[in-house]
């Protein structure tokens, strides 16, 4: 929302309220104790709303002033800029206040512009590969079956800022019921299965196959591969302990969500009993607390904790209970070739949907210093500048014969909350001058950078035969 000083400008949210009300500019003025035409210039966003009449608003109406100037989705801001790129819209020419405007005024609309155009590019992509007898139509189908469960997922978890109440809730308290601060967990964790009459084998990897966990429920045997780690065992037990314990509650949560499909239930169902293993292993108020008092420290906390780089991380990016909210981080891993195979975020850090990230991040720098982290501040195109840290890590199941796959793991946050976090320490947020990146080369206008890879969609290509630019693509309107 546009500010001037102290004042927002909040002309389409309050006309939107006055016609929900069903008054005229009249009434509402008088109801207000203002004239009419102070009520028309707002509404024509020709006038800022004063303080004083921002708390009228609210004691009139009683309406929390908040819903009046919300602040906007950064991923619908970007998913709303990609989706205005496909040509079949012919939207070339609208500019980044234009865009503001819609998001500002009718996000409810843009979101709908958004759903079309996937749709519109799913049907145009299915169509090619009808046509096309070279076109890879498995790739076309695991696009449909597979990746589009993904996506429904993701956006729930997305929607809900990575954070489940009642199944964090549940966690927590099942944590305490096994006394798990106190307790050595991997005997408290092998009892409570136990207690359901299920045991606990650990086998050879030649004897699991491909599988590192596997529950046969006719013998009631858990079975896991020696090839995982502590933290990693007691994680799948919590895993199966909430498909023996929380079912239903689970199920409840996939019925309130409303999924499309019997794959993205499915798949709510794991993400969920995941969920509900991590806040197992670091109970909310607990793991908040010595986050705060640990000044995030990824390392420490995981040995506190006797859990993973990984999963601390992760599990830092879930901390936003209403009463007691933590950094909202961005999660996200990724492998050597850019790919993305997690990403969550308990903020608004606008992930692209499809494609690799930028270069530019030092997400993928982590890969030259194994096992260190690094941290850098970055700056999206919006202007939104982020705290970032990077590590890698190596996946569980490793041999001599076929090593673990090393990945890297992305934690990040608005610049405002870096002085709360010990990677900060040594370095001057003020000086320090962030990178500009871009949420991928076909999604990024940035001019003349010599890490693009791709041109960006929807803009046409300059091409100089007698000139070599430092970007390898340069496009019309740098």
């Known amino acids: 929302m546009e500010k001037r000083g102290a004042k927002l400008i909040i002309g389409p949210r309050l006309k939107a309220l006055r016609t929900s009300l069903g008054l005229s500019q009249a009434q509402m003025a008088a109801e207000l104790g203002v004239s009419p035409s102070y009520i028309t210039l707002i509404e024509s966003n020709q006038r800022p709303a004063s303080a004083r009449l921002l708390m009228r608003l609210a004691e009139v109406y009683d309406l929390n002033v908040s819903e009046l100037a919300p602040s906007v989705d950064a991923q619908l801001a970007a998913d709303f800029a990609a989706a205005l790129k496909d040509p079949a819209l012919e939207a070339e020419g609208i500019g980044r206040s234009e865009i503001d405007a819609v998001l500002q005024a009718a996000p409810k609309v843009a979101a709908a512009l958004v759903r079309l155009q996937g749709k519109h590019a799913e049907a145009v992509m299915r169509s090619q590969a009808e046509m096309n007898p070279l076109t890879d139509r498995n790739k076309v189908e695991v696009l449909g ?44 964790l092998t009892e409570r299965l136990a207690d359901h009459g299920i045991r606990i084998r650990i086998l050879p990897a030649a004897t699991m196959g491909g599988s590192l966990r596997r529950y046969d429920p006719h013998r009631r045997e858990l ?40 794959d ?149 946050c608005d610049i405002a909350y870096a002085p709360r976090l010990v990677y900060a320490d040594d370095i001057d947020l003020d000086r320090m001058r962030p990178v500009d990146i871009g949420l991928n080369c076909f999604l990024c206008e940035r001019d003349n950078c010599s890490s693009r890879a791709q041109a960006p969609i929807n803009r046409r290509l300059a091409i100089n035969e007698l000139e070599r630019s430092v970007a390898i693509f340069r496009f019309e309107g740098e």
């Open 264 to 412: 993205a239930r499915r798949l709510a169902r794991v993400s969920l009993a995941n969920y509900f293993a991590a806040a197992l292993m670091m109970p909310y108020r607990r793991f908040l607390a010595a986050c705060e008092s640990e000044r995030y420290d990824v390392e420490l906390l995981s040995h506190r904790f006797g859990t993973s780089y990984e999963q601390t991380a992760h599990r830092m990016s879930t901390l936003q209970r209403p009463d007691a909210r933590g950094i909202p981080f961005f999660f996200v891993r990724v492998d050597r070739a850019g790919n993305v195979s997690k990403r969550f975020s308990a903020g608004r850090f606008p992930f692209s949907r499809f494609g690799g990230t930028c270069s530019l991040w030092n997400i993928h720098g982590a890969f030259e210093a194994p096992g260190r982290v690094q941290t850098q501040v970055i700056r999206m195109p919006e202007g939104t500048s982020y705290f970032s840290i990077a590590r890698t890590v190596t996946r569980a199941g490793g041999t001599h014969a076929a090593p673990a796959p090393r990945l890297a793991i992305g934690l990040g």
């Open 223 to 262: 079975l896991l591969s020696e090839l995982l780690g502590q933290p990693s065992r007691r994680f799948q037990i919590g895993v199966l302990l909430a498909r023996v314990e929380q079912q239903d509650l689970i199920d409840a949560a996939i019925d309130r969500a409303g999924f499309d499909g019997e």
């Open 145 to 188: 079956q597979i990746s589009r469960p993904v996506e429904i997922v993701r956006d729930w978890f997305y929607a809900t800022r990575n954070y489940i109440d009642r199944v964090d809730r549940a966690a927590e308290a099942a944590a305490e019921d096994m006394d798990l601060r106190r307790t050595e967990p991997q005997v408290a």
